[in-house]
């Protein structure tokens, strides 16, 4: 979610390196994240590759935000 | 949660949004290489304009010889500072084990090539019509504005190149006559100087 806060999509090749995880792994979180609706999915061709884009919703960046807001009231909380 | 736990997810989401937008594998020592070949490039420049013969100062401009072989002198400056950049580049990728080629660079690379092109093609068409009064601040004006178009993508120094270059570029405008000395501080001085920043700050 951290990635596809900032970016408006990005693809599923580009998050396996950058995320170093395997396919599978990956597969498998990206498969909650949009049972969720936190993302959205779009795959398309290019050429004769298949291109799967993901997208954050905004349903999606409205959880993160929370996400990050409890993190930070965790820390208020501990000073 | 644990506190420090959550400073460490904290830490890690703010490196997964920095590495999935900006491009960190930019070397510079690249920056650096290229200001020593602008060095050399404008001291043979130099030569060159200063041995003509005659008394007359702007004579050599009329000469195609010299300004094909002054046009071919920034050519090569640039084929070579921009093979050396890629090269760096992506030794520096491997090094820090990122992609050179992904969606930052490629944006990196379509938010830059608007301005750099436009300039290029400024500079081809004022060549063509022999007005060569504003060819070193047209190189300096778009190529400031490419790289503060690039820094978006990438480290926040080479904005502050861009800027400089920018405003190099307009002292071109106005005192055209010093137009070599301005193009050498700006693609030599400059270049030395923030691919130095750049080495030491993120190279090493």
Known sequence: MSVLAVNDSYDFNSLKELLQLTDGNLASHLKALEKESYISVTKSFIGRKPNTQYAATDLGKAAFMRHLQSLENLIKQHK | ?204
């Not at chain 2, 990196?108 to 436009?118: D, G, K, N, R, V």
């Open chain 2, 1 to 204: 949660m644990e506190e420090k736990d959550v400073y460490a997810e904290l830490s890690s989401i703010r490196n997964l949004m920095e590495r999935s937008t900006k491009f960190i594998s930019l070397s510079g020592l690249s920056g650096v290489l290229a200001g020593v070949y602008a060095l050399i490039g404008a001291a043979l420049a130099y030569l060159l304009i200063h041995n003509y013969p005659g008394s007359e100062p702007y004579a050599f401009l009329q000469d195609t010889a010299v300004v094909w072989k002054l046009c071919m002198i920034a050519t090569i400056v640039l084929i070579l500072s921009v093979l050396t950049a890629c090269w760096l580049t992506m030794r520096n990728a491997r090094h820090k084990q990122a992609q050179v080629w992904n969606p930052v660079s490629k944006r990196l690379l379509t938010a830059m090539s608007i301005p750099l092109f436009t300039g290029g093609f400024v500079i081809l068409i004022m060549l063509a019509k022999q007005e060569y009064t504003w060819i070193a601040a047209a190189c300096l004006i778009f190529y400031g504005l490419s790289l503060a178009a690039a820094s978006v993508y990438t480290y926040n120094e080479v904005k502050w190149l861009g800027v400089c270059e920018v405003l190099l570029g307009l002292i071109a405008l106005i005192v055209p006559e010093q137009g070599l000395l301005l193009w050498t501080l700006g693609f030599s001085l400059l270049h030395l100087l923030y691919g130095g920043i750049m080495y030491y700050k993120y190279d090493r």
